[in-house]
């Protein structure tokens, strides 16, 4: 039997946050130290702060240029190749390129795309998918809506009425990604410009063959490696799997050496720590964590561990709203102590903070300082000028004094 405060500091380890922050300018290097932490970053629209996979790599390394990562994943020359990829792992995200053929099992399934819609579309229109791999070889990398362009298709392709209003266009260049015949070469303002799978990954990538069975086991193994301890729900949802899938697949591990059965002091559930994982001491510094942060992304994870109740209230009516829109956690000596809603406000040059809330049983003149701190942090690395505090939450007026 472990204690849980040593199981919240082997889970830090994991993700990196025991580690020494870089001497120098981050560098390829320190991000590609980063994804052997995390293994993934988990892509987002929402933009209230910064896009969701910049925010992960600050939060473990501070200050970096966003260009490091924008390079890592949409680019690639003869002397900087490509070292990640997009792929639906746990959800959208960017995966090291060399764990692609790890999820051709999962491209396998998404023949239809990833709910079926697709089947839809090329029962209306069976040339379309031809259609668009056509186009994207003729012109290249190209958004969905340079290919209706390319296709001359107007809008009588688009589906009647959704929410979304995705063009059938659309539809079928994300059943092509998902099947892994598309991919994405690159991103401008955020929109994917897909292009052949083998225009974005080297041929060895491509023409390597994994089994569903030994994928898995491999993908149970980075979510150990990742997560540091775990039970089986908590290593079957960092990619996303099934439980039929997991649990042969840490039998085998177990097996192996590679996870070690434990138990752990106010979990119900059997856990699993990985042979190789660092248990130290103490967890130190402060970091702000995006709400998409793996190491807080598995909601009922976070509660067990940190003892943190936390919720995305994005789609939730403002009126109803508990701490804010888009608010991050904060990370304190390996606790979290407190959270705070924020928006970068880009054309006037403030990060601001609508709501800043102290957790239960931690002493707000410290949290507030170093909060403080936290902010003006990202402030500077978000090149905005002031922090502005507003009213909401039991820690705001203080912080308002410090920032």
Not at 98 to 116: A, F, I, N, S
Not at 205 to 218: G, I, K, M, P, T
Not at 271 to 288: C, D, F, K, Q
Not at 354 to 359: I, K, L, N, R
Request: glycine share 6%; net charge neutral.
């Amino acid at each position: 039997m472990i204690s849980n405060a040593i199981a919240r500091r082997i889970a830090l380890a994991a993700q990196g946050f025991a580690d020494r922050a870089p001497g120098a300018a981050p560098t390829r290097r320190t991000l590609a130290r980063v994804l052997e932490r995390t293994q993934l970053l988990q892509l987002d629209s929402v933009a209230a702060v910064v896009r969701a996979h910049y925010a992960p790599v600050f939060s473990r390394i501070g200050s970096y240029d966003r260009a490091l990562l924008d390079k890592a994943v949409w680019s690639h020359t003869a002397r900087s190749p490509r070292s990640l990829v997009e792929y639906w792992a746990h959800e959208a995200a960017v995966i090291p390129v060399d764990d692609w053929p790890l999820m051709r099992w999962r491209m396998t399934k998404y023949t239809d795309g990833r709910w079926g819609q697709a089947r839809r579309v090329l029962d209306r229109n069976p040339l379309l998918a031809k259609d668009i791999v056509d186009a994207i070889t003729d012109i290249g990398a190209a958004t969905a809506g340079e290919v209706e362009t390319h296709l001359e298709i107007g809008q009588a392709g688009r589906r009647e009425s959704s929410w979304w209003d995705l063009s059938d266009t659309k539809v079928i260049c994300e059943q092509l990604f998902a099947s892994g015949e598309l991919s994405v070469a690159r991103r401008v303002g955020f929109a994917r410009y897909y292009d052949l799978a083998e225009r974005v990954l080297p041929a060895s990538v491509l023409a390597r063959e994994v089994s569903e069975q030994d994928a898995v086991r491999e993908l149970v193994r980075k979510s150990a490696t990742a997560l540091g301890i775990a039970t089986e729900p908590d290593l079957r949802d960092y990619y996303r799997l099934h439980r039929s899938q997991t649990e042969p697949a840490i039998a085998d591990l177990v097996e192996e050496g590679v996870l070690v059965p434990v138990q752990v002091e106010g979990w119900a559930h059997q856990a699993y720590v990985h042979a190789e994982a660092r248990r130290p001491r103490s967890i130190t510094g402060a970091a702000l964590l995006c709400p998409f942060d793996p190491l807080i992304f598995c909601r009922p994870r976070t509660e067990r561990v940190f003892d943190f109740r936390y919720r995305i209230e994005i789609y939730t009516p403002e009126p109803k709203r508990v701490h804010g829109y888009y608010v991050f956690p904060f990370l304190l000596d390996g606790e979290l102590v407190g959270r705070v809603d924020l928006r970068a406000e880009r054309g006037n040059g403030v990060l601001r903070v609508p709501g800043a809330f102290t957790e239960p049983g931690h002493e707000n003149p410290r949290v507030a300082t170093e909060l403080a701190s936290a902010l003006r942090r990202m402030a500077d690395w978000l090149e905005l000028e002031d922090v502005v505090v507003g009213e909401r939450g039991d820690l705001a007026p203080l912080l308002t004094q410090l920032v």
